[in-house]
């Protein structure tokens, strides 16, 4: 009797022991559903601000994440946006109130390379890479004496964002490192910036001499004295070298250019037949939208990097019926419709436009010329014009 009640006991036991483990089985699927439901409810609200705070990873990062850590849900990730952070755990303040969140987002840059965050790019042109690689995609480039914002560093580059918002990894042989002090000196003293296509500094004030570096159009460097026809200048990474006087255009006259008609058109056919290169925003070889912005750069008037941003500046130019309408220094945008630009030029007058396509060329629009483009006037689908009246 005994032995068959304890027998009866263990399976009574065993019963209940298998109840249990379901009852927890199910609390616990419970709540990592719940768990799962609510992270995903987090995951839309941080897409959500991000799309109002950082909507183009072009210019500005927002890689957060959420995961359910000991009870509490930790945001973490990487943004430079300070205020879509303190935006976002606003609303999940607001509504999740009966949740608890912790932050482990860096900020960046101060969350990771502190004070000195800023940089001057010390050779002609530098590289932008997508990623922190040789080997990794051009996606633009910056210039000498120009300054960078420094975000974060790793395998020796910089993840840098430009005066043009544009953010891409450049090699650190590449930038001078400091704070901001150390900018605002450079920005402070006699610049003078190189305006020209391209040229040399050389050691001596004569052509026969050894160059210390290639200069190109836009580079900016620090004016420290003049013998005869030559300006002796430093580079910001300190190099000194002599630099034909005639190339050279104050840094405080160049920043009061503003672009007119004659003064795009001029600086564009400077430029013709120079190579094709994609990611290329420099004289020396440029994509379309490089080219772009290298003349109205140099003109007085920064626009974005890409085609597809530089479409949503300006005003629109009527030409459904004709281009009777289009002034020389207007943009010509192209694509496969009007929500998707793939490339720009500049008009030039009697239907004719410049860009880079292959080089830097000059196209027509009307079906007779020599240089037409048939494939340009069936591909046109937006005029802007951004230069002020």
Request: glycine share 10%.
């Amino acid at each position: 009797m005994r032995l068959a009640m304890l027998i009866f006991s263990g399976t009574e036991m065993s019963k209940v022991a298998i109840v249990a483990i379901l009852i927890l089985s199910i609390t616990t699927f419970k709540e990592c559903s719940d768990v799962n439901r609510i992270e995903g409810l987090i995951r839309g609200k941080i897409a959500e601000v991000g799309k109002r705070f950082a909507p183009d990873r072009r210019t500005s990062i927002w890689d957060i994440k959420v995961e359910y850590r000991r009870g509490k849900f930790i945001v973490s990730g990487e943004t430079d946006c300070r205020e879509g952070l303190d935006s976002l755990f606003g609303v999940l303040e607001t509504k999740f109130p009966r949740l608890e969140f912790r932050s482990e987002v860096l900020v960046l840059p101060e969350d990771v390379l502190g004070e000195e965050s800023y940089g001057l790019i010390v050779n002609s042109v530098a590289h932008l890479r997508r990623e922190p690689s040789v080997s990794s995609e051009m996606v633009s480039q910056t210039l000498m004496g120009h300054m960078v914002r420094l975000l974060k560093e790793e395998c020796d580059y910089y993840l840098v964002k430009c005066d043009d918002g544009y953010i891409g990894w450049v090699s650190s042989s590449s930038v001078a490192r400091g704070g901001k002090d150390f900018v605002d000196k450079w920005f402070g003293d006699d610049l003078y910036v190189f305006y020209d296509v391209e040229g040399r500094v050389y050691q001596e004030p004569s052509y026969n001499s050894y160059p210390i570096s290639d200069i190109v159009l836009g580079n900016i460097v620090r004016f420290i004295g003049r013998k005869g026809n030559w300006f002796y200048v430093v580079l910001p990474d300190g190099r000194k070298g002599f630099v034909p006087r005639y190339q050279m255009v104050s840094y405080k006259k160049y920043k009061a250019f503003r672009p007119t008609p004659r003064s795009v058109v001029h600086l564009a056919k400077k430029l013709l037949g120079r190579p094709y290169l994609w990611g290329g925003t420099s004289a020396k070889a440029m994509d379309c939208s490089g080219f772009v912005q290298t003349v109205f750069r140099n003109v007085g008037l920064l626009l974005p990097r890409d085609a597809n941003m530089q479409v949503n500046v300006g005003v629109d130019v009527d030409t459904s019926n004709s281009f009777e309408k289009l002034k020389p220094g207007d943009l010509l945008f192209f694509g496969p419709d009007e929500n998707k630009i793939t490339h720009v030029g500049i008009y030039i007058g009697n239907c004719k436009f410049i860009h880079s396509s292959g080089r830097v060329k000059i196209s027509s629009l009307v079906s007779s010329a020599g240089n037409y483009s048939e494939g340009g006037k069936k591909s046109l689908r937006r005029v802007k014009r951004v230069i002020q009246d």
